[in-house]
């Protein structure tokens, strides 16, 4: 049961690169704690031969998440800004970078603060406006930068569209699916070269596990990477690539839970008063709506949301939930709430990237939606977070 494409989502989700143990029969791959291998001779080996090179968890993970991406390559990282870097990494000096002006506030810093130092060079625009990326290109433009939908703005690029005007020009086109996930999007699929993912979020699934990837079918960028993969070093555990591994057998549950949930809250919201503005792909309001419904199975399960009163009023709401818990990250079970301009986002203050102050994002959990709804009228109308639970 290595894999069958044939297969539906779900199916493959389950059983690509996950044969039971030949061994014991363990429906469950094994985790391989071990960081060496014995050799049967020099130079000889059962496939494997030290852990940052290579480790049957790992090797079940990457299998799996690869056969989901409609991949023929798939690394896994330690982070996602690891898989990120390691993207990167296959610049030179001199090179170019379109990058979303709406981007996550890590990839920002890793770009502005790591790689243009060592002598990349970028531009941050708009990337749902055909002009603005013209306008944005270089003679020396190798890369484009994608996320659909952005973080934390949810704005919504049409990914084959950018890819064929990126690849017209001898560049490649990089999508990171964290929000969407293979479930939600196939960027591959549309034409990108290369597809990043925090495993962190919906791949792992529950709060607890850290980790990343890249997927692609480019031959060439596939064995770059796996050596970049093994020479920098920056892999994950075996306990973490099991982790990962245990989520993504949920995958598709969880998110049609998730948006059926932030379809609720989205709808809440946009009729709410205190609200000045929804930002969910769902929404026939959304800009990129048509776009979204072109290319994703769902919209998602993430919303952001502007107040009026300013980042006062946007501080207050966010510490007066209750069931959406104020921390960083998504994806999980769990529903949580979050200022951007002051967390996950605070690196890209003056910058093009920059969040409105007033700015709110939730990831929306598996908790019930009116439970949810009602925490954030309460909060809204200016409760405050309960002590304890």
Request: net charge negative.
């Amino acid at each position: 049961m290595s894999g069958d494409r044939g297969w539906a989502f779900e199916t493959r989700a389950i059983h690509a690169g996950q044969d039971p143990d030949p061994t014991t029969g363990a429906v469950v791959p094994p985790l391989h704690l071990a960081s060496t291998f014995a050799q049967t001779a020099v130079g000889e080996h059962r496939g494997y031969e030290y852990s940052r090179s290579d480790n049957p968890t790992r090797h079940a993970l990457e299998t799996c998440l690869a056969d989901l991406e409609g991949a023929t390559h798939g690394l896994a990282f330690a982070s996602g800004l690891a898989g990120e870097d390691a993207v990167l990494r296959l610049l030179s000096p001199g090179d170019h970078v379109v990058l979303s002006a709406d981007a996550y506030g890590g990839t920002y810093r890793l770009v502005d603060r790591v790689h243009a130092p060592a002598g990349i060079t970028f531009t941050a625009t708009d990337l749902t406006d055909p002009a603005a990326l013209a306008g944005a290109w270089r003679d020396e433009t190798r890369l484009v930068w994608v996320e659909s939908p952005t973080n934390p703005m949810l704005s919504i690029v049409d990914i084959a569209a950018l890819a064929a005007f990126a690849h017209e020009r001898g560049a490649r086109c990089v999508v990171d699916n964290t929000f969407a996930t293979p479930y939600l999007q196939q960027p591959l699929a549309l034409g990108a070269d290369a597809v990043v993912h925090s495993t962190t979020k919906y791949l792992g699934g529950h709060s607890d596990v850290v980790g990343g990837f890249v997927a692609t079918s480019d031959d060439e960028l596939g064995t770059r990477l796996r050596f970049l993969q093994n020479a920098v070093g920056a892999v994950p555990a075996p306990f973490d690539c099991y982790l990962v591994l245990r989520g993504i057998k949920t995958l598709a549950v969880r998110m049609d839970r998730q948006c059926a949930n932030a379809r609720t809250v989205a709808h809440a919201l946009d009729a709410h008063p205190a609200v000045e503005r929804v930002f969910w792909p769902g929404l026939a309001t959304h800009p990129g709506h048509a776009v979204a419904a072109r290319q994703m199975r769902d919209f998602g399960g993430m919303v952001s949301f502007t107040v009026h009163g300013g980042e006062e009023a946007a501080l207050r709401t966010a510490a007066g939930t209750r069931l959406f818990t104020l921390a960083e990250s998504l994806g999980a079970v769990e529903s949580l709430i979050e200022h951007p301009g002051r967390m996950t986002h605070a690196s890209v203050a003056g910058t093009p990237g920059a969040v409105p102050s007033n700015l709110l994002r939730l990831s929306v959990g598996l908790e019930s939606p009116d439970d949810l709804v009602a925490d954030l009228t309460a909060a809204l109308a200016g409760g405050r977070r309960a002590v304890g639970r």
